[in-house]
Each structure stands twice: as C-alpha cells, then as structure tokens.
Nanobody, 119 residues
C-alpha cells in the first residue's frame, strides 16, 4: 500500500505560480508511475502530468506551464504550476500506480488539494 499526502494548494491570481507536493509513504523507486490529476466542478477527473521511469507526459492544456518532478530521497513528487489560468481551478489529486502481485496495477490517491486561480 501507499499513502499519499498532498500540500501546496491555495488561491492565486491568474498568471501566478504554485507548487504542489505529494509525499509518499514508501520509496517512489518502488512505484510504477506517479502523477497529478485534477477535477473541476461538474467535470470528470483528468490527467495533468505523469512521471515514470520512461519519462514524463502532460495534458496539452498545461504543456509549457507545468512541470512534474521527483525528489527520491524525500519520496516526494512535485507539480510546479506557472502562468496559472482561471481554467486551471480544480481539486488536484496525487496518484500512484503500484504493481501488486496477484492484482496487477493498483491506483492510490491522495486526499486532494484545492487550487484556485482568480481572474
């Protein structure tokens, strides 16, 4: 199992920056993939950014503005968000995908953190 604890959300003016952090309860070397998803009111949860041993991928809407990174020593994944837009407003969730014997790939989720970019 993996517990994920997020921090760093808040209210910022459009054009501003925030950095989200997600601390995992185990080494992220043992985790297949980590990522950030978001869910705005009335919308489905969507992938924002993801990182695996093979690299990173981003939603088209955040490319060039958001950067996902990890600190393996701290078991932490970050999402640096620059040039925030009102449409980035959502609850952001940290996700970890763990390969589990007998179960395949299992998803774990953080509790979510609110990000609001005001116009």
């Amino acid at each position: 199992q993996v517990q994920l604890v997020e921090s760093g959300g808040g209210l910022v003016q459009a054009g501003g920056s925030l950095r989200l952090s997600c601390a995992a309860s185990r080494s992220i070397f043992s985790i297949h993939a980590m990522g950030w998803y978001r869910q705005a009111p009335g919308k489905q949860r969507e992938l924002v950014a993801r990182i695996t041993s093979g690299g990173t991928n981003y939603a088209d809407s955040v490319k060039g503005r958001f950067t996902i990174s990890t600190d393996n020593a701290k078991h932490t994944v970050y999402l640096q968000m620059n040039s925030l837009k009102p449409e980035d407003t959502a609850v952001y969730y940290c996700n970890a995908v763990v390969v589990t014997i007998g179960k395949g790939m299992v998803d774990y989720w953080g509790q979510g953190t609110q990000v609001t970019a005001s116009s």
